[in-house]
């Protein structure tokens, strides 16, 4: 199935001159979120996910990855109980995002960052509006898959 038509839901630029585009579109049951980095010279790479908005259950959908030239990303689809998505880093720095987006038709609010390429994780939170934890998500079974993909471009 080819993918769909996606529409720009937010962008913006980093301090180092990247420049970032969140996209998204499709249907409640084939729904793709994608994050492309526009970088100074030039090149670009992207990352995503497909499938439903959100899984069933759950409140929120995680995607996290990266290219060999480019930045870390993490992208999440969240229902809109998730006021703020807490991003805990292997240096111990916990990043809050607040949402970048929303689509009223699905629902969903989204949430991404940019992060340094070699950037090790360990979870994403969601947290609701008064600060209660809603669902963590373990990122130990995706970091240890990037660190290999991090040791072969090295090596």
Avoid at 27 to 45: K, N, S, V
Avoid at 71 to 92: H, I, N, Q, W, Y
Wanted: glycine fraction near 14%; hydrophobic fraction near 40%.
């Amino acid at each position: 199935m080819a993918q769909p038509e996606l529409v720009v839901l937010a962008e913006g630029d980093l301090p180092a001159g990247q420049h970032w585009i969140l996209k998204a579109g499709g249907t409640h049951g084939d729904f793709y979120t994608f994050l492309e980095t526009i970088h100074p010279d030039g090149h670009r790479d992207e990352g995503g996910m497909g499938g439903p908005p959100l899984c069933p259950g759950s409140l929120m959908n995680t995607y996290t990855g990266g290219s060999d030239r480019g930045l870390r990303r993490v992208v999440v689809r969240a229902d809109p109980r998730v006021a703020t998505v807490r991003v805990e880093l292997a240096s111990g720095e916990v990043l809050d995002l607040p949402p970048v987006a929303y689509r009223a038709d699905l629902g969903v609010l989204f949430f991404a960052t940019l992060l340094p390429r070699a950037e090790g994780l360990v979870s994403v939170t969601a947290v609701g509006a008064d600060g209660q934890m809603l669902e963590p998500q373990d990122l130990s079974r995706d970091e240890e898959g990037w660190q290999r993909f991090l040791r072969r471009r090295q090596g």
